[in-house]
């Protein structure tokens, strides 16, 4: 999904439509080999237990014990590259590999390629959970190993579409021998070649499943144009979940305010610890697919609640969906609670990469549709002033006064002053010739 920021106090939430195959020709590197090369010697029996202790019977990237699902095993920590000093493009892509290792780094991995056979699976193999070590082999996870230390390494994520992160137990991994009876580490040049490759990694996966043509090297390739079909957006039909969610809900609502907004006061707390609190933002991620927003201005949630109620009514726009609204009027300081669902899709800044030709142009349509679909809903019933929220009342916009509530009023030209004057405050030059009465403007809700 898209977020998109709009002068009117909600937020655009449009989902993304992936479509293949991908329209450009992606460019074919050497990570791939990463992957698919062959696998580093075997251990025996005694050397997977030995490793197994050395690792501490836990997975070296997450910190966790291995479970009936997801058991811990022995892996190798990379395939052996053997694609890179063969082939007919060798002494090219070893002159690339050299310069992007370094000459004494890359003569490592040559004895690492010429010596397989007979290399320390100590120093190949590692102790990691199953769905990790396929998680690594993707490079969706990656280590970064600390400039004071052999054996510290930084757990990071590498997400390039929706994905979800691997969870650890702490963000420092540490991979010594854990065993005390001395027994060979892993070693850290595998896993700090695999950090440099994890992006690329990812990208190749990418270009096989989008465009697996570009991996069977045909002499020549011809460049078809594709015909662009638009991909209807989700309406507000939300799936199963937002079928239950509802009546119950519902009945949430009749329970008093102040057990509400007790309730309330408790949710953040526990969504934090499932998924943890994104900064400052008045804003909290809950379990069954819900959010809580809270604000200690009434009005800027009140007008919130409409315009998505608006949006519901009057769009097929996916905007979240409001279940409930509760003010406290003890005190200037006393927060209000907006609870809403979450909408299906993934945040374009982490998908952006997956995404062909195609899907930009899908992406594009739909907002052109959004933001038709916006200009089309009507003024508050019974309303004269042309420039309001959805509840006729005041404006809150950064760009007038700063988020202070500008009253109703019917002028257009009046708006532009107000914008003009806040550019000028920064340096923009406003020397553009102001809307007349009958120009057409789109309503500021």
């Not at 070649?193 to 069977?216: C, D, E, K, M, Y």
């Not at 089309?376 to 760009?399: S, V």
Request: hydrophobic share 40%; glycine share 6%.
């Amino acid at each position: 999904m898209l977020t998109l920021s709009l002068p009117v106090g909600f937020t655009l939430l449009i989902q993304v439509g992936i479509t293949f195959p991908l329209q450009r020709h992606l460019p074919l590197t050497q990570p791939h080999a990463v992957i698919s090369g062959k696998q580093p010697r075997a251990p025996s029996a005694d050397e997977i237990n030995a490793i197994t202790k050395r690792d501490g019977g836990i997975c070296c990237v997450t910190g966790k014990k291995g479970t009936l699902w997801d058991p811990v095993i022995v892996a190798p920590i990379l395939p052996v590259p053997f694609a890179w000093l063969k082939g007919e493009n060798q002494s090219r892509v070893t002159e690339l590999l050299e310069v992007f290792f370094g000459p004494q780094y890359f003569d490592w991995w040559r004895l690492l390629i010429d010596r397989a056979d007979i290399y320390s699976p100590y120093q190949t193999h590692w102790l990691v959970r199953r769905s990790v070590h396929k998680a690594f082999q993707r490079g969706v996870v990656k280590l970064i190993r600390l400039p004071s230390s052999m054996i510290e390494f930084r757990v990071e994520h590498v997400l390039i579409d929706d994905e979800q992160p691997v969870d650890v137990n702490g963000a420092i991994a540490l991979l010594g021998d854990h065993s005390r009876q001395g027994v060979e580490k892993a070693d850290a040049r595998l896993i700090g070649s695999h950090a440099r490759f994890s992006r690329s990694i990812q990208l190749v996966n990418l270009a096989r499943t989008i465009a697996p043509g570009l991996f069977s090297e045909p002499k020549t390739t011809t460049y078809v144009p594709q015909q662009q079909f638009p991909v209807s957006m989700r309406s507000s039909n939300l799936g199963l979940g937002h079928t239950f969610v509802r009546p119950i809900m519902l009945l949430w609502r009749l329970f008093p305010s102040k057990v509400r907004i007790a309730a309330y006061d408790l949710l953040p707390r526990l969504g934090s610890c499932f998924y943890g609190k994104d900064g400052d933002a008045q804003v909290q991620r809950l379990p069954f697919g819900l959010y809580l927003k809270y604000n200690s201005n009434p009005d800027t949630l009140r007008n919130e609640y409409n315009a998505l109620k608006v949006l519901e009514q009057k769009t097929t726009i996916p905007a979240p969906r409001v279940f409930d609204i509760v003010s406290q009027n003890n005190d200037e300081d006393d927060l209000s609670y907006l609870l809403m669902s979450k909408v299906p899709g993934t945040s374009l800044t982490t998908c952006r990469d997956a995404l062909s030709d195609q899907d930009y142009a899908n992406l594009s349509v739909q907002l052109k549709d959004c933001v038709s679909q916006m200009r089309d809903i009507p003024k508050p019933a019974n309303h004269d002033m042309t420039i309001c929220n959805t509840l006729g009342e005041a404006c809150r916009d950064p760009r007038i006064r700063d988020w202070s509530p500008s009253d109703p009023f019917q002028m257009k030209r009046r708006l532009a002053r107000i914008y003009a004057s806040q550019m000028s405050q920064v340096g923009v030059d406003t020397r553009l010739s102001l809307p007349t009465e009958t120009s057409t403007l789109a309503i500021s809700w």
